[in-house]
């Protein structure tokens, strides 16, 4: 430790902080500008000064000052007061004077700093500069009349978002916050916005709405992906008026401006029942009665294995976890999947294959009260673990790694904070990047390799990486335990690598070596795959190969040498992990009655495994007397997501009775015979696990109008239909779950599934399939996929959160293509695969390569998955409509 005195008073601090940092640890105030703590210091305004000894005679920025042993610091002096004053005159000397009406009033740095100086008025005259409004950009206001060219937007917008979407213009005193471009175009993520000291950035939601002062605020975790980001809502008179994240700042255009789905006019606010092909109202009383009939009904006649469930990403891991508990425990059956099944779960699926599913022995059991989402697990001394959750890694930890290589994910649209720890591990000199698509994705400005193949040859891709490596380093003793190598040499042979690099449609196959030498040096690499590869129907063998290649090049004891596959949602890990899954219970434990009986007492646990979601649908397509007769779903549009829609429906309506969850009458939803609405996010308590295995809680901001959170309705469901009682409340749940879960044992808020427990990895090289043929012989290959803006469906329910800068679902072309088809921008293009047709408008696109297209799976118009058969590629041919 460091030892010096600020104002006189002795202090201790660790070296390498600044003074700023050191004396906001001790209480003491130092005023700062440009400073921001998500922000690396530029000691550009100055108004942090203070005097330093042993120094230069002149004043030192705090913010970008490092503490010494034996300094004596003074932050507080006429000296320094003088000179504080004179620049924030300069700063004021151009500054609207507009706090009556500037949103920023009530929380606005400038105007508590000048307070805080005594500036009572700006003795300096200049040309006044022109005000320069922006009112015309989506969901961001600009006034760079208030701005006071601090540069944090320009840094958070450059550093961490990676979007650059924001620049000073001019120079001197005419410099300006600019984009180049008016109205914005960047990636609406409104970080800017809460970064801004001042009011030069508004929040258009926000605006006028309520004064800082006025609202409640509540901490949760946000709902729209799997990153895990918290943020505080800010609710006034029983209404959101916005979405605030001061300290941490990051959060993406959904997080941020994605809530107003909680108002939107379609939401569900009472129960439906269809009589007659019509939907009528029903209290709640009546609609559970029918579903507890129903289901009485149906097991009597048919069993129990007649009932199939559905779980929800978007529900909490308590409501998974009841949702299990009553088919298990309930209705004993094992008849249950969740939406994972579709990319998440082969992921899992795969990883199990090579490295094992997960055991932990000899955690022990907190002896006294926890907080609220406290594992009543701890780890103790001869706590162990092995299997694939021990290769994850977390978003903190990717910081660290000093190469990244991330093949099939368009990482910002299928999980933006993952980017964001990228953009931190680049600020590392020695850092390195490969980046493997089909098509040119945000990050390659900053890639040392880009490999731009085939849609579907990632295995091949992996392959020839594989083969180059081995040839380069015949010797070479993988870096994870492992016994095989001779069973990968042996998958390798199929193709040679000239024949690997046609496939993938490389013009040569030193590229494979190029990316080898890259992987082979790096220290602690990192692998990420994300949903545009999970998404594919061989998925499961393309994580195995990527699984191959971390048993040869990872270094798991090295921080952030993991593997970073994309869990989409806020709870698609959380799902999973709660259990709801046809062959494993809570925490992939196996089916064995010792781990049922932890869970659910002497019941019986039923060893056979259900359907998995894929199966069950092959079932009802045979009608196989075991596929299921009615389904329990937690949500989610399944004919949105599903691939091969009109198969999906024709399946699906073989159904006898269909219950749905869910906020929203979308499609699916049409198809039942009951609607059970319920509550969204901000309205219930509960949490969820992100990609990257942090556990995030949410805590009731808002009052429900008619609805209730799925695990109530659950829980009062199941004593409808004489369950045993469950706990009544989400944290009694969570900890009747998490006492049974060894993985979990040390997690809480903020914490992540795993760490701090001592892991032994080992893997078995797994063979895998090399044959990628895409099913047709169409010209162009269609990749349906995630666009930014919008988090499954939900987000497309309101018009004034995301809409307002992704209206709608358009098929991207690559221009040439465009002008082959002679379309432009805006024209409405007919587009037919083997398995259907649909229009939609055309957008051009200069990052797809010729040949391959883009369609998003968001939206109820075009639907996507019209086109698709198994996976989220399909080939399809294009027609001017
Ligand atoms: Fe230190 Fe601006 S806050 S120089």
């Excluded at 120079?171 to 800017?192: A, K």
């Excluded at 949760?220 to 941490?248: A, I, Q, W």
């Excluded at 159904?655 to 309205?683: C, G, R, T, W, Y």
Aim: aromatic share 8%; charged share 20%; proline share 7%.
């Amino acid at each position: 430790m460091v030892n010096l005195t600020i104002d006189g008073r002795a202090v201790q601090a660790e070296p390498g902080k600044t003074i700023l940092e050191v004396a906001k640890e001790n209480g003491i105030f130092i005023p700062y500008l440009c400073f921001h703590p998500a922000l690396k210091p530029i000691g550009s305004c100055r108004i942090c000064v203070v005097e330093v000894k042993p120094g230069p005679p002149r004043p030192l920025p705090a913010c970008a000052t490092t503490v010494a042993e034996g300094q004596e610091v003074v932050t507080n002096s006429d000296r320094l007061q003088a000179i504080r004053r004179e620049l924030m005159k300069l700063v004021l000397i151009n500054h609207a004077i507009e706090c009556p009406i500037c949103d920023k009033g009530g929380e606005c740095e400038l105007q508590e700093l000048t307070h805080a100086l005594g500036i009572d008025q700006v003795d300096l005259k200049a040309i006044a500069l022109p005000p320069n409004h922006d009112y015309e950009s989506d969901l961001i206001e600009r006034h760079p009349d208030r701005c006071i060219t601090c540069g944090r937007c320009v840094r958070i917008c450059r550093d961490h978002v990676g979007a650059m979407a924001i620049n000073f213009m001019n120079r001197g005193y005419f410099t300006e916050l600019g984009s180049g471009r008016v109205p914005l175009d960047c990636e609406f993520c409104g970080s800017c916005i809460d970064i801004c000291p001042v009011g030069a950035l508004i929040n258009k939601q926000f605006k006028y709405r309520a004064r800082a002062w006025e609202v409640d605020k509540t901490m949760m975790v946000c709902p729209f992906c799997g990153g895990g980001c918290t943020y505080e809502l800010h609710v006034k008179d029983g209404r959101v008026m916005r979405v605030y994240n001061g300290d941490s700042v990051l959060l993406c255009g959904r997080g941020r401006f994605g809530y107003p789905v909680v108002e939107a006019e379609d939401r569900l606010k009472t129960p439906l029942i269809k009589e007659n092909g019509k939907f009528r109202t029903a209290t709640w009383d009546e609609a559970l009665d029918l579903v507890s009939a129903k289901f009485k009904e149906i097991a009597a006649e048919a069993g129990a294995n007649a009932i199939y469930g559905i779980g929800s990403p978007r529900a909490t891991l308590e409501a998974n976890y009841l949702f299990q508990k009553f088919f298990r425990a309930g209705l004993g059956t094992n008849q249950l999947d969740n939406p994972g099944r579709l990319h998440y779960l082969k992921a899992v699926a795969g990883l199990a294959e090579v490295f094992g599913w997960p055991k932990v022995t000899e955690v022990k059991a907190v002896g006294k009260t926890l907080p609220p989402y406290h594992s009543p697990l701890a780890i103790s001394e001869e706590t162990k673990g092995s299997g694939f959750p021990f290769v994850l890694g977390s978003f903190e930890e990717l910081a660290q790694a000093d190469l990244v290589f991330a093949i099939g994910a368009d990482i910002t649209p299928e999980l933006p904070p993952l980017g964001w720890a990228v953009n931190k591990a680049r600020q590392n000199d020695k850092f390195k990047l490969i980046l493997a698509n089909p098509r040119t994705t945000k990050y390659d400005r900053w890639a040392d390799l880009s490999l731009r193949y085939k849609p579907g040859a990632e295995r091949l891709v992996l392959a020839g990486i594989m083969k180059a490596l081995l040839a380069a380093q015949p010797d070479r003793t993988p870096a994870i335990a492992s016994g095989n190598l001779e069973d990968l040499q042996e998958t390798l042979k199929k193709f040679g690598p000239k024949e690997l690099a046609t496939k993938c449609g490389f013009d040569e196959a030193a590229l494979f070596e190029e990316a080898a030498t890259l992987l082979a040096q790096a220290q602690a690499p990192a692998v990420i795959f994300g949903v545009e590869l999970l998404g594919q129907d061989k998925a499961e063998q393309t994580v195995m190969a990527l699984a191959d290649l971390f048993l040869l090049i990872g270094r798991p004891e090295k921080p952030g040498s993991a593997l970073y596959p994309v869990a989409e949602k806020a709870n698609t890990r959380g799902v999973c992990e709660a259990g709801v899954l046809p062959d494993r219970l809570p925490g992939y434990l196996p089916l064995d009655d010792q781990t049922a009986a932890a869970f659910w007492g002497d019941k019986p646990v039923i060893k056979e495994p259900g359907l998995d979601l894929l199966a069950m649908l092959d079932k009802l397509e045979t009608d196989d007397p075991a596929a299921p007769q009615a389904l329990y779903a937690l949500g989610g549009d399944l004919l949105r997501f599903l691939p091969n829609r009109s198969r999906a429906e024709k399946l699906l309506g073989k159904l006898k009775f269909i219950v749905v969850q869910d906020a929203f009458l979308n499609d699916f939803a049409q198809m039942a015979d009951v609607v059970l609405p319920v509550a969204i996010h901000a309205e219930q308590e509960g949490s969820f696990i992100s990609s990257g295995g942090s556990l995030g809680v949410l805590n009731k901001a808002l009052d429900a109008d008619g609805v209730k959170p799925d695990w109530q309705i659950i829980s009062e469901l199941g004593a409808k239909m004489g369950f045993p009682a469950v706990p009544g409340s989400p944290v009694r749940i969570f900890q009747d779950l998490a006492k049974n879960v060894p993985l979990w044992a040390g997690l809480a808020p903020g914490k992540t599934v795993g760490s701090g427990i001592p892991a032994t990895l080992s893997g078995k090289f797994a063979p895998f399939d090399l044959d990628i043929s895409l099913p047709g012989r169409r010209p162009f290959t269609l990749i349906v996929g995630k666009v930014l803006q919008h988090s499954g469906s939900y987000t497309t329910h309101h018009p004034c959160g995301t809409l307002v800068v992704t209206p709608k679902g358009m098929l991207a072309l690559h221009p040439e293509d465009a002008a082959s088809l002679e379309l432009a921008e805006g024209d409405e293009a007919k587009i037919i695969s083997s398995h259907g047709e649909i229009t939609a408008p055309v957008t051009l696109d200069a990052n797809l390569a010729q040949g391959v297209v883009f369609l998003p799976e968001h939206f109820a118009e075009p639907a996507a998955h019209m086109l698709t058969l198994n996976s989220n590629l399909v080939r399809v041919t294009i027609q001017k409509a």
